[in-house]
Every structure is written in C-alpha cells, then in structure tokens.
C-alpha cells in the first residue's frame, strides 16, 4: 500500500500525533510551528503521511523565496531552532524491512509534495537526535554531514551525578556562597531579557544573531505550560546570566545561555546544576546541551561528562544555488 501525503489542518490532532512518535521535539508541537512560520517570513507545510487510515510520519516544512530562488526548509534559518525534520510514528512493533520500506516511502511522498506544492532550487532539514537513519535522503539525492551534540543522563541519582562533573563545576558550585546570588524561574519578561543579554554578547564580538526577544517570549506564551522555561541567576539585583530550556517528557533542552564574565559568581556551572536537579524532580532522565559541534564551546559543555548524540544536517540543491547553503553557515 502506498503512502499518502496531506497537510494537517488541524493542530489538536498534529499535536496528538506529535505526542505518539519517539523521535518528537518540543519544536514539533503545532504552537512552536506557528511562531516559526511568524518570525521567519516563510510559509508552513505540515505535512502528515498516512497508510490507509494510519499515520506514519510527520514532516514539518517551510517555504521561503529569496529572489528568485526558492528554498524548502526545516527548520527554518535564522532562529536557532535545534532540531525539526521528520518524526516517524508506529515504528516500533514493524519488523526492519517493513519499517524502512515505510519509512522510505513517506520520505518519497514527502519530497514528492515537497516539488509539487514547493518547487524549490535548494532543501535544507536537520533532524532530531532521535532520528537515526538518514539514508531515505541519501538516496534521494541529499548531501548529509553528521551533526554532534552532548546528553546527559540525569536520572541519576544527584550525588552520583554531581561527582562526575569535573572538579571545577563542582568547587563552583561549593565554594560559591548561596547568599551572593539568587536563582528564579522567570516569566516571558525574564526570557526577554536572557535573549537581549545573548544578542549583546554577539554584537560584542562582531557575530551576527538574529533572534529576536519576542521570538522567545513567544515561544513561552504560547507552547504548553512549562514547556519553555527562563532561568535568571542575579547578584545583588543585577543579571549575571540566564538559561533557556525548552523540554518534553523525557529530555530537556538547553537553548539560549549567557552569563556575565567579569562577575564573580559562576552563574552557568550555577545555573546548569540547578536545571538538572529542576528537571530530575519532575521526572525528565535526559539533558541535551544542544550542540557539540564548536571546539571552544565544547570545552565548556564536556566537563559535565556527557555522551556525544549525532543528528543529520541534510541538503539538497542545484549548482545554481549552492550560495544558500550560506544561510546555514553560522548554525554549524
């Protein structure tokens, strides 16, 4: 039986289905789609693949036209979203063969609706960490470079987890008096002020970033209670750094962070530790530090001894317009 390609119209029912695959992202629910496709001048795709009445997979995807180039994405650029991409759904009791036929099949329909409704010159998808085979795009002619992030298993109890930082994330967090900071979970005003805070690093060091605040107050408005989630560390009233999470029932996210480095307080080795614990309460088991990919950062983000996960930055194009593969560049 082939597949069939639609596009959701409903997000009640894409968020249902969203919530029934193992490979979704916080980015995947309908709600973050929205404000995507609001903030990137793009048009949105939300294709559903079904066999019979059974859906399959979902494939988010958004148009954009620069000039006369058109250009498929997911997820768009420009916005720092970690993942998106495919998610599959029903996989798990089908035995291989049956699983990749279905999966290759959808990927086809997929890319199928992609020319049809699209008709783009360049395709650009990065997935999940979750998404662990890409050759459905390999052989349907997509360049594919591995992507690399850090995990950590915070199900661990908290002691066991601790003593496995290195020895400087745990005397920062000692040897730093309680009293000389104080840590909150912000509402929508405080996720502005981290975003602000993160786009005057950038500017300092010349390196463009285009996340607008409101993007992210968005983001926490409108997605589910507790999906988004602010962290402001501040000494003595004054913001000395803030963390950005987004999460679902397994996995929390660490997207935006800035901290003030000619302040004393360790904020981020601070801040870190408490989203662990945080997220450990309510029953989440895993930490994604949400990139593994810049050396200088990495330096950074290994000394909480954490796994490398893969993901898959994917594309497609014809040599007219590789130059957009430009509007890629600064995620890698």
Not at 297 to 325: A, G, H, M, Q, W
Request: with cysteine.
């Amino acid at each position: 039986m082939s597949i069939d390609v639609s596009l959701a119209d409903d997000a009640d029912e894409w968020n249902e289905l969203v919530d029934r695959s193992q490979q979704r992202t916080p980015f995947h629910w309908f709600e973050a789609l929205d404000v995507f496709t609001d903030y990137s001048n793009t048009t949105l795709y939300p294709f559903v693949g079904y066999k019979g009445q059974e859906a399959v997979g979902l494939f988010p995807v958004f148009s954009l036209s620069r000039g006369p180039i058109q250009a498929a994405f997911s997820p768009p650029p420009d916005l720092k979203i970690s993942y998106l991409g495919p998610t599959l759904l029903n996989q798990g009791k089908a035995k291989q063969r049956k699983a990749e036929k279905r999966h290759c099949r959808f990927n086809e329909a997929v890319f199928e609706e992609i020319e049809h409704e699209i008709d783009p010159q360049y395709v650009h998808v990065r997935t999940g960490t979750e998404y662990t085979d890409p050759r459905p795009f390999i052989w349907s002619n997509f360049d594919i470079t591995p992507r690399y992030t850090y995990e950590i298993d915070i199900s661990r109890s908290p002691d066991e987890l601790f003593m496995t930082f290195s020895s400087d994330v745990r005397r920062n967090v000692r040897r730093t008096n309680e009293d000389s900071y104080e840590l909150l979970e912000g509402k929508a005003d405080d996720i502005e002020e981290i975003i602000t805070n993160v786009h005057d690093r950038h500017a300092e060091q010349g390196v463009t970033y285009d996340v607008p605040p409101s993007f992210a107050s968005d983001l926490y408005r409108k997605l589910p209670e507790g999906t988004v989630r602010g962290y402001v560390c501040r000494s003595d009233g004054v913001f000395v750094g803030g963390l950005i999470t987004l999460e679902d029932d397994e996995t929390i996210y660490r997207w935006q962070s800035i901290n003030d480095r000619d302040h004393d307080v360790p904020a981020t080795d601070i801040l870190d530790w408490h989203v662990i614990q945080d997220a450990r309460n309510r029953g989440i088991e895993r930490y994604d530090l949400v990139g593994a990919n810049n050396r200088r950062i990495c330096k950074y983000k290994s000394k909480f001894n954490p796994d490398v996960r893969s993901y898959f930055s994917l594309e497609r194009s014809s040599k007219t317009t590789n130059v957009l593969k430009s509007l890629y560049d600064r995620f890698r």
